[in-house]
């Protein structure tokens, strides 16, 4: 098995071969500003510049301009890559928020047709790194939680199936996941990693929940998002 370096200062060690690995769909899962996002655009990132490894954004929540904003805080030229190629940002948020037909906004956001955009994509990009912002906004569009479980299945084998290392951002509806909360969404992927951001001490702290097909270090790690991103105090 190979694995895939995440590029994350401090963050790569708490494995036991460096990263996750390959083929992994992973769900990141966290309350809001704990840092989901800048961690999964990180890793495209430095899957781009540091590994040369081609990936995929996919949007659900920010416009690709606001997402290019925020990002050249942290020196990110994510505009560039996407010039270069190295980059695509799956752009699911604009149609919505513009006057459209409700039903073809629904039916742009069913998972058949992400997986089908998302295969297509991965084609003829030769990407190896997808990050899905989020799947919150997924959930809006079932009937039911096993409609939910469903699609969070065929969305996880899916992802496995194209070669590609994904992760999968959530939100969190409190801060005790993999302890004595356990939603449905943990066991459908092969990994959990949980961000907390306790708004007392202001102190943000990660965890890996789970992780198929590799020993990591228990416990759980402070971090910081400075002018570079993020990194861990390990």
Known sequence: MEYVRTGIEDFDGLFA??????????LVIGGPGTGK?????QYLY??????????????LEETPKK???????FGWDIRKLVEEGKLLIMDATSPRIKEMDTDVVKRGLGVDNLIA?????ITSTGAKRVVIDSLSVIGFYSADEFDTRTKLIRLSVSLSEMDVTSLVLAEARTNEIGTSEFPPETFLFDGVIWMMLDTNSQERRIAIRKMRGTKHVLGSFKFTISDDGISIKA
Not at 17 to 26: A, E, F, H, R, V
Not at 117 to 121: A, F, H, I, P
């Open 37 to 41: 996002s800048i961690f999964g655009l």
């Open 46 to 59: 430095k899957g781009a510049t540091l590994y040369d490894e081609p990936g995929i954004y996919v949007t």
């Open 67 to 73: 997402i290019e904003r925020n990002m050249a805080a």
């Open 17 to 26: 071969k460096n990263g996750y690995p390959q083929g992994n769909s992973i």
């Open 117 to 121: 955009n998302l295969k297509e994509m």
